[in-house]
């Protein structure tokens, strides 16, 4: 290897099944439930002996002893690929993960009446984003919308300056 070429860190190659799933539009059940399918996982839900065998899954226990694994995530990813699966790009996985969190803090909102962390969040959210956020929104069925232009819709935003009412970026769509 060159002085140039830096080799991959552990958290390139490693990660769980969270993250796994973020690339690929899915939760963690459903990695898991993918692993099981690829015989990865056991009946007790841990790697298999081909899972450990082949490189698939590194044991990295966590402080307290409690067993963990940590799968990889080319070979894995291939697996899911060759399944039929389409990989997110960065681009994609950045909007899913900001459409869940619309998602989560409009739902936090609506139960206790404080807008202002969905607000914020919001306002730093760039606009050429909106589209694919939207597709997201979409995609995990939440009526939220970006940018919507029906004003009667929107969610209130911060102000810009102290005094400046301005419009929101934020609509639920009714469909």
């Not at 409690?66 to 995530?73: A, V």
Request: with cysteine; glycine share 8%.
């Amino acid at each position: 290897m060159s002085k140039n070429q830096q080799q991959p860190r552990f958290r390139d190659i490693w990660v769980n099944q969270t993250e796994l799933g973020r690339h690929f539009g899915i939760s963690a059940v459903a990695v898991g439930k993918k692993l099981s399918e690829f015989g990865l996982r056991d009946e007790q839900k841990g790697p298999s002996e081909l899972a450990r065998t082949e490189g698939y899954c590194h044991y990295a226990p966590m402080r307290d002893g409690t067993p963990f694994y940590l799968w990889n995530k080319e070979k894995v990813g291939m697996l899911l690929r060759q399944s039929g699966m389409s990989q997110l790009s960065q681009e994609e996985v950045q909007a899913r993960s900001t459409a869940i969190e619309l998602i989560t803090l409009n739902r936090e909102a609506d139960e206790t009446g404080m807008d202002k962390f969905l607000s914020f969040f919001v306002d730093e959210i760039p606009r050429r984003a909106y589209p694919l956020i939207d597709r997201f929104l979409r995609e995990l069925g939440s009526p939220l919308r970006l940018g919507a232009e029906e004003p009667e819709l929107a969610l209130p935003s911060p102000p810009k300056g102290k005094h400046a009412p301005r419009e929101s970026n934020i609509s639920e769509q009714k469909e």
